[in-house]
């Protein structure tokens, strides 16, 4: 079997599209660059498809590194034989492997290890030909100083054929396809825990059945999560006689009875006690994985709307962290996002200290010529809106509230501290949530993606793979957007296609030594970027106000000759060229196709000369809360109250109304339709009106809806 060929079954593309992909990833090529600037290469394959096809040659060099190390074993065992090898060669799936590695596997001390250690192997395989009628006399032929009597040797024979039995990977396979179809998961709570106060949010799951295979993600994941914490115990059944049956038909291959009741002895033996156990736990381990799969594709989705928010861009920002007791931080911000000042004050309880904040604020928004107010959504959030709102400014401030969550670790990290070494906590989460407002993106990649709070479950998921996935968004959203060199922190370069952390580092290092970047040429100076950095990086890495106009967009620098040549034909300098729709409309792109450049560059480059430089993101709109709504005890049924989205599930999306306690629009309450994907009615960030249709203030829940 051959990568392409494995590849080829899980994707639906062509052969020599799946062998250009490859040869360009073992090259070194990311995702983002393929996608952008090979699409002739790759037949132009999405960033979507070229993951997938990373995906599916991960797992294929992870099976063939492991049928190597099986077969090695194997081998030094001197039992590998050229069908066995055949056979482990040409399994497709891990567990194919494993079902025919298990003979040879070294085990720990069992019964039938014991078995075999008292001579009793013969006898099992005397009993397995089904041919002995005097088996309790062959029996007899096994006793000694261990052996003490014939049901102790036929014991330690039905012990072996039962350790058979659990290897045999026919059975293995039907039971496999029983668990597949008719597997039930049932918890059920452990008595000591049916009362306690922290119990109580898995009620749903003390005496809980269904059908695994119907069992939705989310649920399975808050089921097992109540499994961790000791709340509930969780089996995987299936019908024991369906799953005899299956074994008996296998193994059953005449009447003769003493051999045949021995046999079935060993059947129930092995299922109870090997079988069933392994192939519940797999079963369950095989749909703890697709919901794991199904809880990182919404996450991964919610986070790409996230990072891809409407940045405001450029402002003179006052931002607010706000609080009752401990006060409000503010910090005033220039156009770059840079600290400029920060302080306290106490508008709020139990200070009160209403007219002397006015005073400072004002006073602020003057000296820093203050252009916007960011406000954090946390404690005290409403109360601070209001406030600021009264104030009397000299002219029109725009005031936004923004979504804080994260900040505080934000404000904690490597990061902030490198950032702003003399400055606390609390000056580093103000000035997160401001430059938050400025541009999402930006400030976002410094934090750690599980704790901005727009998962499912994220922390019961596989960690290596949700921070693959994470990571492979960030990256994406990064790439497509485009980064100011000389503006951009380490995290946010480090992002950046080709890059990674220490070249980030070492771009920074340069930009201080030698000031601001003046040419996407001149990365090639900053230490160890090299040729294959740069061609995968500089793309996605914008120098503003550069010599060439080209540095400050979308354009590859290896089609700048191109773009000159395009630019002589139709008889004005590049500088000219760029952003003129009535020039551009006379480049007739097919006379610039060649082997290496095809339809689709030439198209997007076109584009990208339109409007180089475009940020793909929507501008940030101010969004008002009801007022009248502080706390929950203010919501009612019936209400139509304004509210923006802020994270999205399997069974629905959450809504902020301006309160600390989000509503759900439940999937059914969405539409008057079915529907089966959230992401078609609502996005992340979006703004909606929706209607109450449901308080239960003692369990702090709001029910809402979409449907009038």
Same mark, same amino acid.
């Given at each position: 079997?051959?990568?392409?060929?494995?590849?080829?079954?899980?994707? /639906?593309?062509?052969?020599?599209?799946?062998?250009? +992909?490859?040869?360009?990833?073992?090259?070194?090529? +990311?995702?983002?660059?393929?996608?952008?600037?090979?699409?002739?290469?790759?037949?132009?394959?999405?960033?979507?498809?070229?993951?997938?096809?990373?995906?599916?040659?991960?797992?294929?060099?992870?099976?063939?590194?492991?049928?190597?190390?099986?077969?090695?074993?194997?081998?030094?065992?001197?039992?590998?034989?050229?069908?066995?090898?055949? =056979?482990?060669?040409?399994?497709?799936?891990?567990? @194919?492997?494993?079902?025919?590695?298990?003979?040879?596997?070294?085990?720990?001390?069992?019964?039938?290890?014991?078995?075999?250690?008292?001579?009793?192997?013969?006898?099992?395989?005397?009993?397995?030909?089904?041919?002995?009628?005097?088996?309790?006399?062959? @029996?007899?032929?096994?006793?000694?100083?261990? !052996?003490?009597?014939?049901?102790?040797?036929?014991?330690?024979?039905?012990?072996?054929?039962?350790?058979?039995?659990?290897?045999?990977?026919?059975?293995?396979?039907?039971?496999? =396809?029983?668990?597949?179809?008719?597997?039930?998961?049932?918890?059920?709570?452990?008595?000591?825990?049916?009362?306690?106060?922290?119990?109580?949010?898995?009620?749903?799951?003390?005496?809980?059945?269904?059908?695994?295979?119907?069992?939705?993600?989310?649920?399975?994941?808050?089921?097992?999560?109540?499994?961790?914490?000791?709340? $509930?115990?969780?089996?995987?059944?299936?019908?024991?006689?369906?799953?005899?049956?299956?074994?008996?038909?296998?193994?059953?291959?005449?009447?003769?009875? *003493? #051999?045949?009741?021995? !046999?079935?002895?060993?059947?129930?033996? %092995?299922?109870?006690?090997?079988?069933?156990?392994?192939?519940?736990?797999?079963?369950?381990?095989?749909?703890?994985?697709?919901?794991?799969?199904?809880?990182?594709?919404?996450?991964?989705?919610?986070?790409?709307?996230?990072?891809?928010?409407?940045?405001?861009?450029?402002?003179?920002?006052?931002?607010?962290?706000?609080?009752?007791?401990?006060?409000?931080?503010?910090?005033?911000?220039?156009?770059?996002?840079?600290?400029?000042?920060?302080?306290?004050?106490?508008?709020?309880?139990?200070?009160?200290?209403? +007219?002397?904040?006015?005073?400072?604020?004002?006073?602020?928004?003057?000296?820093?010529?203050?252009?916007?107010?960011?406000?954090?959504?946390?404690?005290?959030?409403?109360?601070?809106?209001?406030?600021?709102?009264?104030?009397?400014?000299?002219?029109?401030?725009?005031?936004?509230?923004?979504?804080? /969550?994260?900040?505080?670790?934000?404000?904690?990290?490597?990061?902030?501290?490198?950032?702003?070494?003399?400055?606390?906590?609390?000056?580093?989460?103000?000035?997160?949530?401001?430059?938050?407002?400025?541009?999402?993106?930006?400030?976002?990649?410094?934090?750690?993606?599980?704790?901005?709070?727009?998962?499912?479950?994220?922390?019961?998921?596989?960690?290596?793979?949700?921070?693959?996935?994470?990571?492979?968004?960030?990256?994406?959203?990064?790439?497509?957007?485009?980064?100011?060199?000389?503006?951009?922190?380490?995290?946010?370069?480090?992002?950046?296609?080709?890059?990674?952390?220490?070249?980030?580092?070492?771009?920074?290092?340069?930009?201080?030594?030698?000031?601001?970047?003046?040419?996407?040429?001149?990365?090639?100076?900053? *230490?160890?970027?090299?040729?294959?950095?740069?061609?995968? @990086?500089?793309?996605?890495?914008?120098?503003? /106000?550069?010599?060439?106009?080209?540095?400050?967009?979308?354009?590859?620098?290896?089609?700048?000759?191109?773009?000159?040549?395009? %630019?002589?034909?139709?008889?004005?300098?590049? /500088?000219?060229?760029?952003?003129?729709?009535?020039?551009?409309?006379?480049?007739?792109?097919?006379?610039?196709?060649?082997?290496?450049?095809?339809? *689709?560059?030439?198209?997007?480059?076109?584009?990208?000369?339109?409007?180089?430089?475009?940020?793909?993101?929507?501008?940030?709109?101010?969004?008002?809360?009801?007022?009248?709504?502080?706390?929950?005890?203010?919501?009612?049924?019936?209400?139509?109250? *304004?509210?923006?989205?802020?994270?999205?599930?399997?069974?629905? #999306?959450?809504?902020?109304?301006?309160?600390?306690?989000?509503?759900?629009?439940?999937?059914?309450?969405?539409?008057?339709?079915?529907?089966?994907?959230?992401?078609?009615?609502?996005?992340?960030?979006?703004?909606?009106?929706?209607? $109450?249709?449901?308080?239960?203030?003692?369990?702090?829940?709001?029910?809402?809806?979409?449907?009038?």
């Amino acid at each position: 079997m051959s990568i392409v060929s494995f590849i080829a079954k899980h994707v /639906s593309i062509s052969e020599k599209q799946i062998i250009k +992909t490859t040869s360009l990833l073992d090259d070194g090529a +990311t995702i983002p660059f393929i996608a952008r600037y090979r699409k002739e290469m790759t037949g132009d394959l999405d960033e979507v498809v070229i993951g997938e096809i990373v995906k599916y040659k991960t797992a294929f060099e992870v099976l063939e590194k492991r049928k190597e190390s099986v077969l090695v074993v194997i081998k030094e065992q001197g039992v590998l034989t050229t069908e066995l090898e055949k =056979r482990i060669r040409s399994a497709q799936t891990l567990t @194919a492997v494993e079902d025919l590695y298990l003979p040879y596997k070294k085990k720990r001390k069992t019964k039938a290890t014991v078995a075999k250690e008292q001579g009793l192997e013969p006898l099992a395989k005397i009993i397995m030909q089904q041919r002995e009628e005097e088996v309790f006399f062959v @029996a007899s032929q096994y006793l000694n100083d261990t !052996i003490l009597n014939e049901d102790m040797a036929l014991q330690g024979a039905r012990d072996i054929i039962a350790e058979w039995i659990n290897e045999d990977e026919k059975i293995r396979t039907r039971l496999r =396809r029983l668990y597949q179809r008719k597997a039930t998961i049932t918890s059920t709570v452990i008595k000591t825990k049916k009362e306690e106060e922290d119990s109580q949010k898995y009620q749903q799951y003390f005496d809980w059945e269904e059908p695994l295979h119907k069992c939705p993600s989310h649920r399975l994941l808050a089921i097992l999560r109540a499994e961790k914490e000791k709340v $509930v115990r969780v089996k995987i059944t299936v019908p024991e006689n369906d799953a005899l049956d299956i074994i008996d038909d296998i193994m059953i291959k005449t009447n003769i009875a *003493p #051999c045949t009741d021995h !046999i079935f002895l060993a059947i129930s033996d %092995a299922y109870k006690r090997l079988l069933a156990p392994a192939m519940a736990t797999e079963a369950l381990n095989q749909s703890k994985e697709k919901a794991d799969d199904n809880a990182i594709k919404v996450f991964a989705q919610n986070l790409q709307q996230l990072l891809l928010a409407s940045p405001l861009g450029q402002k003179r920002i006052l931002a607010l962290d706000p609080g009752f007791k401990s006060g409000c931080k503010v910090v005033c911000l220039d156009k770059q996002g840079d600290l400029l000042h920060n302080e306290n004050i106490y508008p709020h309880p139990p200070q009160r200290e209403t +007219t002397v904040a006015i005073k400072k604020i004002r006073s602020l928004v003057n000296a820093y010529k203050i252009e916007v107010v960011a406000i954090g959504n946390g404690t005290a959030a409403r109360e601070t809106e209001a406030f600021i709102k009264k104030i009397p400014f000299e002219s029109p401030i725009q005031v936004f509230m923004v979504n804080e /969550s994260g900040a505080s670790i934000y404000s904690a990290s490597k990061i902030a501290r490198a950032e702003f070494p003399n400055y606390d906590i609390t000056v580093r989460g103000a000035v997160s949530i401001g430059r938050r407002l400025a541009d999402p993106l930006a400030e976002l990649v410094k934090i750690d993606a599980k704790s901005i709070g727009v998962g499912q479950y994220q922390h019961d998921v596989d960690q290596t793979k949700l921070k693959h996935e994470l990571d492979t968004v960030v990256m994406s959203c990064v790439n497509s957007v485009g980064i100011n060199v000389n503006t951009a922190s380490v995290p946010l370069l480090s992002y950046v296609s080709g890059i990674g952390e220490k070249l980030a580092e070492n771009i920074v290092a340069y930009r201080s030594e030698h000031g601001a970047l003046e040419s996407r040429d001149e990365l090639k100076k900053v *230490p160890r970027l090299g040729g294959k950095a740069f061609e995968q @990086a500089a793309a996605f890495l914008r120098i503003t /106000s550069p010599k060439n106009p080209l540095d400050n967009s979308a354009v590859h620098p290896e089609r700048y000759k191109l773009v000159s040549k395009m %630019a002589k034909d139709v008889g004005v300098p590049v /500088s000219e060229l760029i952003g003129n729709k009535e020039v551009i409309k006379n480049i007739i792109i097919q006379q610039y196709v060649t082997d290496e450049v095809g339809i *689709p560059t030439l198209t997007d480059i076109v584009k990208e000369l339109e409007k180089p430089g475009v940020d793909p993101r929507k501008k940030a709109k101010i969004f008002q809360f009801d007022p009248n709504v502080k706390t929950i005890a203010d919501i009612k049924t019936g209400m139509k109250l *304004p509210g923006i989205v802020n994270n999205i599930t399997n069974f629905g #999306c959450f809504v902020d109304i301006g309160i600390k306690e989000s509503g759900l629009i439940h999937i059914s309450k969405l539409a008057n339709e079915f529907i089966s994907d959230v992401n078609t009615i609502v996005k992340l960030n979006q703004h909606l009106k929706v209607t $109450v249709i449901e308080v239960d203030i003692s369990r702090k829940r709001i029910q809402l809806s979409l449907i009038d």
